[in-house]
């Protein structure tokens, strides 16, 4: 048996952990890390279906407060 784990379930488990860490607790270079690991994610996630979903969801969601703003 073969286990094998998609870096970006890993990532986003990694990045789910460190953020319910408490704010006061995390040093600049802390925040630093989850920054990257944070942008590392969205280029993995970014040509997967799951993030053209989420890019189409903020599009419409900028396009819908443009409009309001009219």
């Not at 990045?15 to 802390?30: E, N, P, S």
């Not at 989850?34 to 989420?54: K, N, R």
Request: net charge positive; glycine share 8%.
């Amino acid at each position: 048996m073969v286990l094998s784990i998609n870096v970006a379930v890993l990532l986003a488990v990694i990045i789910v952990l460190r953020l319910r860490r408490r704010t006061q607790a995390r040093k600049r270079t802390d925040e630093q890390l989850t920054v990257l690991i944070v942008l590392v994610f969205g280029v993995l996630a970014a040509p997967t279906a799951f993030g053209q979903g989420i890019l189409n969801v903020v599009g419409q969601l900028a396009d819908g407060i443009a409009q309001s703003s009219h």
